[in-house]
């Protein structure tokens, strides 16, 4: 298993719309692995396969509810593989979204609150299920990167660019405490 790079906004490669998976093999079974690694190291609860520079339709969360009594968080890994969104509630719900790939900058976003899908496993097995919650706003958020969409995308004009300005300020301290 590695850690693998996560790539950041405004890198092209966020972009692309990622290609189906139609090959459930070793080498799909070791790039899993590498993403939750990737996403356990980084911390964050989601990971798409683009933001590691593959652009396959792969994703993987996990939400690691925190464990009662200060325990150690309970693993829940989740794979999703060629997910579709079969129907969404007319209802939505904000959330306020983070994105390792714009890191440290946060924002309230609009989302449906229920939605069903249907994704394949590692194995290439379906399944569908009706989502909601974290989960929901999780998977949605993942599908976007799918489709070449970041959750800066979904704010107005001004509130992107405000995070965008936070953002380059950001790494601007990061790059002087590095020196
Ligand atoms: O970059 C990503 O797509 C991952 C992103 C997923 C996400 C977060 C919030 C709403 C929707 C989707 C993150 O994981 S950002 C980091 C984060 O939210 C987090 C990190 C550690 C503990 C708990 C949350
Ligand atoms: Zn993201």
Not at 117 to 136: C, N, S, V
Request: glycine residues 6%.
């Amino acid at each position: 298993m590695a850690i693998r790079r996560i790539y950041e906004t405004p890198d092209a490669v966020l972009r692309q719309i990622s290609k189906p998976v139609e090959t459930f093999d070793r080498e799909l079974k070791t790039l899993v692995a590498d993403m939750f690694e990737t996403m356990y190291d980084a911390p964050g609860i989601g990971l798409a396969a683009v933001q590691v520079g593959v652009p396959i339709r792969l994703l993987v969360i996990d939400l690691q509810e925190p464990e009662e009594e200060g325990g150690e968080p309970v693993r829940d890994p989740r794979v999703f593989i060629n997910p579709e969104i079969l129907w969404h509630s007319d209802s939505e719900v904000p959330y306020t979204e983070g994105c390792l790939s714009v890191p440290e900058q946060y924002a309230e976003v609009m989302r449906p609150d229920r939605i069903r899908a249907r994704w394949q496993g590692e194995k290439g097995e379906t399944y569908e299920e009706e989502i909601e919650g974290l989960l929901a706003v999780c998977l949605q958020h993942e599908m976007d990167h799918l489709n070449g969409v970041l959750f800066i995308d979904h704010l107005s004009r001004l509130k992107r660019d405000m995070v965008l300005k936070k953002l380059a300020k950001w790494r601007k301290e990061q790059a002087l405490k590095a020196a």
